[in-house]
């Protein structure tokens, strides 16, 4: 017999679509005849609108399904890239978003005693706009800063418009805590990150890169058609993750050792012989001097460092040599080569220079730049633009980033910022030492939150403006590049639930003319995705008819173009000499190592198939899966764990050097006895988030570090801790 | 008549739960009621370890004990083999509940009747594919006609040697799985 794992908390059903909006047991109760006739009594009035999903950075195309007038189901576009036809657990658990019952539904200002008070959005934007007139007036307009997340592309261009218009370069978006260190790498070595050929591909290694856990749908999709033609899939990661179910080997390395793997693999590739001479002729650049390097990293100085086999680093790298150009080592995302060690960037440059070696750069089954689809702008002759300020960012010694939100704490302390407004972020909680970070965020002369939820950072803010959901807004377009590049938008499924929230461009709308700068949005919505879609020929009804419309205009493979200063891979980076940096990746060690023989630990984090920030853990859907799959569990190697007296689902203190967390452990083989895991997501500090129940968050452990000199990303495995049975 | 089957190929499964949380979605249930289960599986002992996670829902069995357990004929097998629940005949005994190995069936806590994975049959009358099947990540599922010998169904489960779970409980499942 199989176990029972149902369980059921009341709470989960408290906060669950209180307005009574998903019925029990429509279906599946009654008999097929009394189903047929009590539907065809209710004459439902189906709805299906195309629009994009919000769980994560993918931005999945979906079709919602609208039953009178309530968000019933979602099924994936087959056009959009990173859906396919499909979506993920948190795309579909999100659906419930517009109905949950920690919405915020009204303007709210802080008073003097830490209480929010509701006001009206006039009282918002008058008081808001004067006191950006005023600090502006005060210190300068570079105090001011915005921070949104990356993908929200309407956050992301109303907010750097309107602090252009303020005068202030110091935009902001979450990628110093997720893929900055992957990007920097690879940006400054094969000049941008490219897709990945999944399913053409026949020999993959993915390195701290977890496609079943970080999830694209469409890439899932790939790599069960790439297994079945056959495909060898390596996951080298210190746990067996949910991929292991998918792929041909696992490779358990020590943490934060993947760059001496990767370094060693680039040895064996140059040494035998296994490598694509002539594409490193034709588009390398100081190939000599890397080969030169890479000699001292063998196998065997490898194993030393990674605990893993020579014999396997060489079975590896003659796999990918063999099957060059159809064979890759993925990017990453935010794993490995992501924002993880004090190592991170040089692993990801060392990744792209191996691509490099097996040629694979615009082969099939190799790694693919993407095409970019052609987006218009607004006529300024009608719509003034805003100059971009001249005044040097606040981050300016980062010379290779794009933007260091991680350096914010710092940059408040020093006073170098004064304001800043938040759009679908909560940087005070997802950056290390969140305690570190509201402290500063406390020293703030105005912080101004749009949010849907009270998080974290709305708790601290002095303005909290309400949005609406993604599922009752358009946004602006989208277009996303790739072998085909599409546009596609998001759009309003369904009528606003609380009359008194806002879309976030009418919001920066009313900002903006508050605060003296209105000449800058003198238009719609709608006003700017027709500028943007005019030069693909599209109209903007054809595109909401469609949601998501692929461009005819595929690439063509063959032949790569690198955008770099010397136009070549750079196995020698011109940039990160001139930045003052070693320009040939060398083995650097991470941060912290933890003393095994005093019984400290690596903590690690990664994604969870169906969670994605400490956001998702308000939805009843993705938490209950939390609860009875004991999602929120620390993982630790069993033999470690029954040598210290721990049992499965004992309480263990976990301290670092900052703070200590509370947690249950689950004892399995499958982890590195040098590290514990725990999924990213939990721990919530926000009053009002079901979420916050749930084991701790590993950011509340970190050390606010000294940030790593090329990407400013925030080294999140750079923590070491012990473990305390209570 | 179509006798409906499916197939679950673990080798293509990333144990996401997205066909959980849709098939909740597509037949309205609350958070709490799941009628697509994981069961995670490790074997071995570091560094030479292996995890399964297998999706287990109702197995729509030919010889279905819940369906004779049953003892008011609110279990039943409908058109094309699916096992059904019909409400309005249910006692709430959950005879059928302990009875089924596969422990498929959950409760409603309102109407306090047993409910479970009912291949989503309104929709597979229209020519829609179950729920499950069209989300599936990875392309896992495949849903078809277990007597049509043409069909992608029945193709996949000889070419893959795919099998039931728990064949020797003799129930007769018509969901099959290749690992
Ligand atoms: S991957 Fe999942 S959460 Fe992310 S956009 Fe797609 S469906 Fe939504
Ligand atoms: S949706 Fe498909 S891939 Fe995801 S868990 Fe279910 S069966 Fe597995």
Redesign the pocket.
């Given at each position: 017999m199989l176990q029972e794992k149902i369980s059921r908390r009341t709470f989960l059903k408290a906060t669950a679509l209180a307005a009574g909006a998903l019925s029990v047991g429509a279906v599946g109760t009654f008999s097929f005849e009394t189903w047929k006739k009590a539907e065809a009594e209710k004459k439902d009035d189906i709805r299906v609108i195309p629009t994009l999903c919000t769980g994560c950075g993918n931005f999945c195309g979906l079709n919602v399904y609208v039953k009178n007038g309530r968000v019933w189901r979602a099924v994936g576009l087959p056009q959009h890239p990173k859906s396919k036809g499909k979506i993920c657990a948190r795309g579909h658990g999100l659906l419930a978003t517009p109905y949950l019952r920690q919405r915020l539904t009204q303007p709210l200002k802080r008073t003097e005693d830490g209480n929010f008070q509701p006001i009206s959005w006039e009282q918002a934007f008058r008081e808001i706009g004067e006191k950006l007139q005023e600090i502006r007036k005060k210190y300068g307009p570079g105090v001011i800063a915005h921070i949104s997340y990356a993908g929200q592309k309407t956050a992301v261009w109303y907010g750097q418009r309107l602090l252009w218009a303020l005068g202030s370069p110091n935009t902001f978006t979450h990628a110093a805590s997720c893929y900055a260190g992957r990007g920097v790498g690879f940006e400054h070595t094969v000049g941008g990150t490219p897709g990945t050929d999944i399913a053409n591909a026949r020999y993959m290694v993915y390195i701290g890169r977890n496609l079943a856990e970080g999830i694209t749908p469409g890439d899932?999709l790939e790599l069960a058609k790439a297994r079945e033609k056959g495909a060898q899939i390596v996951l080298v990661d210190p746990r067996v993750n949910n991929m292991y179910q998918m792929a041909t080997k696992w490779v358990p390395i020590r943490p934060g050792t993947d760059l001496a793997f990767v370094l060693a693999l680039a040895h064996v590739l140059i040494k035998e012989g296994l490598y694509d001479a002539a594409f490193v002729q034709e588009y390398g650049y100081g190939f000599e001097q890397f080969a030169q390097a890479v000699e001292k990293y063998t196998p065997q100085w490898a194993e030393e460092i990674t605990g893993v086999p020579a014999a396997t680093i060489q079975e590896v790298a003659r796999g990918l040599g063999k099957n060059k150009p159809r064979a890759f080592i993925h990017p990453g995302w935010h794993g490995a080569t992501g924002t993880q060690y004090a190592n991170s960037v040089d692993a990801a440059r060392a990744i792209a220079l191996v691509n490099a070696l097996l040629g694979n750069y615009q082969k099939e089954g190799g790694l693919i730049f993407g095409k970019t689809p052609p987006l218009g702008n607004l006529n300024p002759a009608k719509y003034p633009a805003p100059e971009k300020p001249a005044i040097p960012r606040v981050d300016s010694e980062w010379p290779l980033a794009h933007d260091v939100v991680t350096a914010v704490p710092d940059k408040i302390r020093d006073g170098a910022l004064k304001a800043i407004i938040v759009n679908r972020s909560n940087p005070v909680m997802h950056y290390n030492n969140p305690l570190y970070a509201r402290e500063a965020y406390k020293l703030l002369e105005l912080l101004v939150v749009v949010d849907i939820f009270m998080s974290e950072t709305a708790e601290l803010a002095h303005y909290v403006l309400p949005e609406v959901s993604y599922l009752e807004r358009d946004d602006l377009v989208e277009g996303v590049g790739g072998k085909k590049p599409i546009v596609a938008m998001r759009q309003q499924a369904i009528g606003k639930i609380h009359p008194e929230t806002k879309a976030s461009w009418e919001i920066y709308t009313g900002i903006a003319e508050a605060a003296g700068v209105g000449k800058y949005f003198n238009f719609t919505l709608d006003e700017v995705n027709q500028a943007m879609l005019a030069p693909t020929g599209l109209s903007l009804n054809e595109l909401k008819a469609k949601g998501t419309i692929v461009l005819n205009s595929p690439i063509v493979l063959g032949t790569p173009k690198f955008n770099t200063p010397t136009g070549k891979v750079e196995f020698y980076s011109t940039e990160f000499k001139a930045a003052g940096l070693d320009p040939i990746p060398n083995w650097k060690p991470p941060l912290v190592m933890p003393d095994v023989s005093k019984g400290e630990f690596r903590l690690i984090n990664g994604r969870q198939a169906y969670h994605s920030h400490t956001n998702t853990t308000r939805n009843p859907y993705l938490l209950v899966l939390t609860e009875d799959y004991h999602g929120d569990r620390l993982w630790i190697n069993r033999r470690v764990a029954e040598r210290m007296g721990l049992k499965e689902g004992d309480w263990v203190e976990v301290r670092s050097e900052v703070a200590t967390g509370r947690v249950q452990v689950h004892l399995t083989e499958a982890i590195h006895p040098e590290a514990v895991f725990i999924y990213a997501p939990y721990g919530s500090l926000a009053k009002n988030n079901p979420g916050r129940n749930f084991a701790f968050s590993f950011m509340t452990l970190l050390p606010y570090h000294k940030l790593d000199p090329a990407a400013g990303i925030a080294l999140t495995q750079e923590v070491i801790v012990t473990l305390r049975k209570i | 008549m179509a006798r409906y089957g499916m197939l679950?190929d673990l080798t293509?499964?990333?144990?996401?739960?997205?066909?959980?949380v849709s098939c909740q979605f597509q037949n309205e249930l609350p958070p709490e009621v799941h009628f697509?289960k994981f069961y995670q599986q490790e074997y071995g002992t570091f560094p030479d370890v292996s995890l399964v996670?297998i999706?287990v829902q109702c197995q729509h069995c030919e010889n279905p004990p819940c369906v004779y357990n049953c003892p008011t004929g609110a279990s039943y097998i409908a058109e094309g083999g699916v096992v059904l629940i019909d409400e309005s005949k249910c006692i709430g005994c959950k005879y059928c509940m302990t009875s089924c190995p596969y422990n498929a069936r959950v409760l409603n806590e309102e109407t306090h009747t047993p409910m479970k994975c009912i291949f989503c049959f309104d929709h597979i009358q229209e020519g829609e594919q179950p729920m499950?099947v069209q989300?599936?990540?990875?392309g896992?599922?495949v849903f078809g006609d277990l007597d049509d010998p043409e069909s992608e169904l029945n193709k996949q489960i000889n070419e893959k040697k795919a099998r039931p779970l728990r064949p020797d409980l003799g129930t007769k499942p018509k969901i099959f799985y290749v690992w």
């Amino acid at each position: 017999m199989l176990q029972e794992k149902i369980s059921r908390r009341t709470f989960l059903k408290a906060t669950a679509l209180a307005a009574g909006a998903l019925s029990v047991g429509a279906v599946g109760t009654f008999s097929f005849e009394t189903w047929k006739k009590a539907e065809a009594e209710k004459k439902d009035d189906i709805r299906v609108i195309p629009t994009l999903c919000t769980g994560c950075g993918n931005f999945c195309g979906l079709n919602v399904y609208v039953k009178n007038g309530r968000v019933w189901r979602a099924v994936g576009l087959p056009q959009h890239p990173k859906s396919k036809g499909k979506i993920c657990a948190r795309g579909h658990g999100l659906l419930a978003t517009p109905y949950l019952r920690q919405r915020l539904t009204q303007p709210l200002k802080r008073t003097e005693d830490g209480n929010f008070q509701p006001i009206s959005w006039e009282q918002a934007f008058r008081e808001i706009g004067e006191k950006l007139q005023e600090i502006r007036k005060k210190y300068g307009p570079g105090v001011i800063a915005h921070i949104s997340y990356a993908g929200q592309k309407t956050a992301v261009w109303y907010g750097q418009r309107l602090l252009w218009a303020l005068g202030s370069p110091n935009t902001f978006t979450h990628a110093a805590s997720c893929y900055a260190g992957r990007g920097v790498g690879f940006e400054h070595t094969v000049g941008g990150t490219p897709g990945t050929d999944i399913a053409n591909a026949r020999y993959m290694v993915y390195i701290g890169r977890n496609l079943a856990e970080g999830i694209t749908p469409g890439d899932v999709l790939e790599l069960a058609k790439a297994r079945e033609k056959g495909a060898q899939i390596v996951l080298v990661d210190p746990r067996v993750n949910n991929m292991y179910q998918m792929a041909t080997k696992w490779v358990p390395i020590r943490p934060g050792t993947d760059l001496a793997f990767v370094l060693a693999l680039a040895h064996v590739l140059i040494k035998e012989g296994l490598y694509d001479a002539a594409f490193v002729q034709e588009y390398g650049y100081g190939f000599e001097q890397f080969a030169q390097a890479v000699e001292k990293y063998t196998p065997q100085w490898a194993e030393e460092i990674t605990g893993v086999p020579a014999a396997t680093i060489q079975e590896v790298a003659r796999g990918l040599g063999k099957n060059k150009p159809r064979a890759f080592i993925h990017p990453g995302w935010h794993g490995a080569t992501g924002t993880q060690y004090a190592n991170s960037v040089d692993a990801a440059r060392a990744i792209a220079l191996v691509n490099a070696l097996l040629g694979n750069y615009q082969k099939e089954g190799g790694l693919i730049f993407g095409k970019t689809p052609p987006l218009g702008n607004l006529n300024p002759a009608k719509y003034p633009a805003p100059e971009k300020p001249a005044i040097p960012r606040v981050d300016s010694e980062w010379p290779l980033a794009h933007d260091v939100v991680t350096a914010v704490p710092d940059k408040i302390r020093d006073g170098a910022l004064k304001a800043i407004i938040v759009n679908r972020s909560n940087p005070v909680m997802h950056y290390n030492n969140p305690l570190y970070a509201r402290e500063a965020y406390k020293l703030l002369e105005l912080l101004v939150v749009v949010d849907i939820f009270m998080s974290e950072t709305a708790e601290l803010a002095h303005y909290v403006l309400p949005e609406v959901s993604y599922l009752e807004r358009d946004d602006l377009v989208e277009g996303v590049g790739g072998k085909k590049p599409i546009v596609a938008m998001r759009q309003q499924a369904i009528g606003k639930i609380h009359p008194e929230t806002k879309a976030s461009w009418e919001i920066y709308t009313g900002i903006a003319e508050a605060a003296g700068v209105g000449k800058y949005f003198n238009f719609t919505l709608d006003e700017v995705n027709q500028a943007m879609l005019a030069p693909t020929g599209l109209s903007l009804n054809e595109l909401k008819a469609k949601g998501t419309i692929v461009l005819n205009s595929p690439i063509v493979l063959g032949t790569p173009k690198f955008n770099t200063p010397t136009g070549k891979v750079e196995f020698y980076s011109t940039e990160f000499k001139a930045a003052g940096l070693d320009p040939i990746p060398n083995w650097k060690p991470p941060l912290v190592m933890p003393d095994v023989s005093k019984g400290e630990f690596r903590l690690i984090n990664g994604r969870q198939a169906y969670h994605s920030h400490t956001n998702t853990t308000r939805n009843p859907y993705l938490l209950v899966l939390t609860e009875d799959y004991h999602g929120d569990r620390l993982w630790i190697n069993r033999r470690v764990a029954e040598r210290m007296g721990l049992k499965e689902g004992d309480w263990v203190e976990v301290r670092s050097e900052v703070a200590t967390g509370r947690v249950q452990v689950h004892l399995t083989e499958a982890i590195h006895p040098e590290a514990v895991f725990i999924y990213a997501p939990y721990g919530s500090l926000a009053k009002n988030n079901p979420g916050r129940n749930f084991a701790f968050s590993f950011m509340t452990l970190l050390p606010y570090h000294k940030l790593d000199p090329a990407a400013g990303i925030a080294l999140t495995q750079e923590v070491i801790v012990t473990l305390r049975k209570i | 008549m179509a006798r409906y089957g499916m197939l679950i190929d673990l080798t293509k499964c990333a144990g996401c739960m997205a066909c959980t949380v849709s098939c909740q979605f597509q037949n309205e249930l609350p958070p709490e009621v799941h009628f697509i289960k994981f069961y995670q599986q490790e074997y071995g002992t570091f560094p030479d370890v292996s995890l399964v996670n297998i999706p287990v829902q109702c197995q729509h069995c030919e010889n279905p004990p819940c369906v004779y357990n049953c003892p008011t004929g609110a279990s039943y097998i409908a058109e094309g083999g699916v096992v059904l629940i019909d409400e309005s005949k249910c006692i709430g005994c959950k005879y059928c509940m302990t009875s089924c190995p596969y422990n498929a069936r959950v409760l409603n806590e309102e109407t306090h009747t047993p409910m479970k994975c009912i291949f989503c049959f309104d929709h597979i009358q229209e020519g829609e594919q179950p729920m499950c099947v069209q989300t599936c990540l990875g392309g896992a599922r495949v849903f078809g006609d277990l007597d049509d010998p043409e069909s992608e169904l029945n193709k996949q489960i000889n070419e893959k040697k795919a099998r039931p779970l728990r064949p020797d409980l003799g129930t007769k499942p018509k969901i099959f799985y290749v690992w």
